[in-house]
């Protein structure tokens, strides 16, 4: 196992040196010239001069080639400094320390809803199959993940917050703050995971075992949670693998909406601004953060499912 | 001898999109403890329907009328809660498919265990079922110890899947035994090793069995009796060897002659769909000795020899030297 996870570090690596560099490039041939960015940004359009433009330049070594710029990035990475913003002036890493804690809180809180809502559901669903209840949860499912997430939302913000003006608005104070956006952010994962364990368990408790199960004399609770539920979890571990991911990296637009100081909404701002270490900061750590869930996911698996390790899953 | 099981004009159908489709027609049969009664038949014509409507396991859209007695009491009458008492202790079954009927997730050891421990077993309890397990597992040639208890099927090879199953079947010492293929998924080698196994049980654990097979050469070594099914009737009951040695009715005739050791001559025609059924004699289509009688009425049940039973018009009006020459001419 440890053999195995050491390859994959590996791995993880590579795709994040692979993501940097395409990140680095990509961010270097959209137009717009990097130093007029950050004045734009700090001090606002007035301030733009050539003089001003030729000292930022010079401060922030933008004047080496771009390839010089992208090995010298690469060797200070490689050592653990990600480099300061041009926008804050401040350590990268620093700014991450105060971001990330707020994203993941909310990812989390998001997570815990959707597993909450969508496990009992997705077996109620299927114990229920073709009943009024299956009907309404694959209907109700069908329709929230059919909304994009932005006027899911609005829409809450509208009821809530506007009318009915129990919740904030946006921003992060207290407990309350964040009721919004996670169950903005949860609602597309509730209803994936929801589908995905009700049709896992309905492929389940057609099979053979359960049947067999049945005729042991076994009680039904023993059958669905002993035998029916274990089997169908692998598919959904999938899904929620996939699902964190996107929380860690894909709260970008519930983060900017409800003004939420996460590494999404720093993502956005500092692609506005051109400042190119904060953009590699936050893409490495959701990056990072992908990879990491995928490898959890990888190993659980293997915890659960005794053929995977046999079947080569090492491999 | 005692009756153990007694079906009785058993008839089962499943809703279908508003349609009614009739699988088994007045089927009826016994077994006396400590027997073991085959039930052969091609695929398809209700063999195992039988065995899931005894152990109450037939699908929700099934319509179950008729009466399957189990020491006396009608278990068609019981609810699920009720039925439950029975199923896996008194009654219990040996599935077919091995690769697909063990939980691939949990440990054989467990799921032999399981069928044995009450839902809030002590830790005392859980030591003496292990031991229990082990022990069957051994006796049924099994290897015996921690290892292999803590197997996962996917490590097993059929043939030890097969025996698992058994080990479920038989660890409560039930009374009556619903075996479902058992050499279906084994091997040639691994076949005779199976139906040894049945032969012990049989012998050493006093348990009767439905022995549902279309492997008549397994069915004439372990059972008792054997019961021909075609298509959702039971066309021909009887001890073994005069089932088998002196066939009567014309699909038995037929499956008998199929067998490779008898010439692999293969019967005309296939069995018909359920959803169209002939008028009369449902084999009449395929019958060699087919006449008017046969594709209008349905044929009754003739007594040929002692406890040998046909459901075929030839017999209907031919008194006992009459079917006595006819089984010597044919």
Redesign the interface.
Known sequence: MIKYIIKRMIIVFFVLWMVATLTFFTVHVTPGDTANAIIVSVYGEDAVSPETLENVRTKFDLKRPVFVQYTDWLKNVVTGELGTSYKYNKPVIDILKIRLPNTLILGFSAFLISIVISIPFGIISALNHNRPIDHFSRFSTLLLSSFPSFWIALLLIIIFSIQLKVLPVSGMAGFSSIILPAVTLSIGMTAATTRMLRSSMLDVLGQDYITVARAKGLEDNQVIFGHALRNAIPPIITVIGLQIGHIIGGAVIIENIFAWPGIGGLLIDSINTKDLPMIEGCVLIIAFGYAIVNLIVDITYSCIDPRIKYSGGDN | MRGLLEIKNLNVSFAVDDNHVHILNNVSMDINENEVLAVIGETGCGKSVTGSAI?H?LPDNAIVTGNIFFKGQDITKMNDHEF??????EI??V?Q?PS???????HVGNQVA??VLE?NSSEADKKKTALKVHEIFSRLGLPRGEDFYEN?P??LSGGMCQRV?IA?GVITHPELLIVDEPTKAVDWALRKDVMDVFCELKNDMKCAMLFITHDIAAAKYVADRVAVMYCGEVVEIGPTDSVINQPRHPYTKGLIASMPSKGFNVMNGFMPSFQDLPKGCRFSDRCECSSDICVNEEPESVEISAGHFTKCSIYKNMNVSEIFSHAITS
């Open positions: 152990l396991l439950r008492q029975l199923r896996g202790q219990s079954s599935p498919s697909t009927s063990l939980n691939p997730l949990m399981e069928c839902k996962y996917c490590e199953l479920m």
